[in-house]
T-cell receptor
Framework: AQTVTQSQPEMSVQEAETVTLSCTYDTSESDYYLFWYKQPPSRQMILVIRQEAYKQQNATENRFSVNFQKAAKSFSLKISDSQLGDAAMYFCAYRGTTSGTYKYIFGTGTRLKVLA | ETGVTQSPTHLIKTRGQQVTLRCSSQ?????VSWYQQALGQGPQFIFQ???????GRGNFPPRFSGLQFPNYSSELNVNALELDDSALYLC????????????FGPGTRLLVL
C-alpha cells in the first residue's frame, strides 16, 4: 500500500524568506501524481502545485516550486518570498494510476507559520 | 466556472442518528470523492463515485454510503453515528479522462454528541 509521510509537524519562516516543506512517499507504482495542497483556517483545500512522475522537470507555480526526486521518493515544496497569506496547513498527496480508483493518499500535514 | 460547494457547513448530531451531507461538483467534472478529516490529521479517502456508481472505497464501514446523481452532484450518508465520526467531511470533484486533479469544497464540519 502507498504511504505519504510529512515529518515536519510545524515550520516557521520570516516574511520574504524561503522555506522548504518535506514529503516522502512509498509506492511500487512507476506512474503516479503528486500534489501539494494548502488548507488555511477557512478549511478549504487549495491546490498549490502538481507533479507528474513521468516528468523529470520540477513543477513551478509562481513562488512555489518542488524538488521531485523519484528514486529517493521525495517531493519537497519550496516557498520563496514567503507572505503572511502563506500561513496554513500544507498537505502532500499521492495519486496512483493502476488501481482504477483516483483516490488521493494524504500525509499528516505541516503547519506553516509566517512571522512578520 | 462554479467551484465545488457543500452543504451544510456545520452540523450537530447525537449518537445513533443518521446524517446526509451534500456536494455539488465543479462545472464540467464527472467524478466525486469523499474524504474524512479528523482534527489534526490529513484527509482519509471514504469512497469515490463515477458515472453514478461507487468506484473505489477506503477503510470505512458500510454505514457510510453515498450516491451520485445524473448532474454529478453527490450525497454522503452516515447511519448509526458514533462519536468518532466527528470530523470535517470534504468533497472533491474531478474529470476522469482529463487532468483528473481533484478540487475540493469547503467541507462540512460534523459534531456527534
Amino acid at each position: 500500500a502507498q504511504t505519504v509521510t510529512q515529518s515536519q509537524p510545524e515550520m516557521s519562516v520570516q516574511e520574504a524568506e524561503t522555506v522548504t516543506l518535506s514529503c516522502t512517499y512509498d509506492t511500487s507504482e512507476s506512474d503516479y501524481y503528486l500534489f501539494w495542497y494548502k488548507q488555511p483556517p477557512s478549511r478549504q483545500m487549495i491546490l498549490v502545485i502538481r507533479q507528474e512522475a513521468y516528468k523529470q522537470q520540477n513543477a513551478t507555480e509562481n513562488r512555489f516550486s518542488v524538488n521531485f526526486q523519484k528514486a529517493a521518493k521525495s517531493f519537497s515544496l519550496k516557498i520563496s518570498d514567503s507572505q503572511l497569506g502563506d500561513a496554513a496547513m500544507y498537505f502532500c498527496a499521492y495519486r496512483g494510476t493502476t488501481s482504477g480508483t483516483y483516490k488521493y493518499i494524504f500525509g499528516t500535514g505541516t503547519r506553516l507559520k509566517v512571522l512578520a | 466556472e462554479t467551484g465545488v460547494t457543500q452543504s451544510p457547513t456545520h452540523l450537530i448530531k447525537t449518537r445513533g442518528q443518521q446524517v446526509t451531507l451534500r456536494c455539488s461538483s465543479q462545472s464540467g467534472h464527472n467524478t466525486v470523492s469523499w474524504y474524512q478529516q479528523a482534527l489534526g490529521q490529513g484527509p482519509q479517502f471514504i469512497f469515490q463515485y463515477y458515472r453514478e456508481e461507487e468506484n473505489g472505497r477506503g477503510n470505512f464501514p458500510p454505514r457510510f454510503s453515498g450516491l451520485q446523481f445524473p448532474n454529478y452532484s453527490s450525497e454522503l450518508n452516515v447511519n448509526a453515528l458514533e462519536l468518532d465520526d466527528s470530523a470535517l467531511y470534504l468533497c472533491a470533484s474531478s474529470f476522469v479522462g482529463g487532468e483528473e486533479t481533484q478540487y475540493f469544497g469547503p467541507g462540512t464540519r460534523l459534531l456527534v454528541l
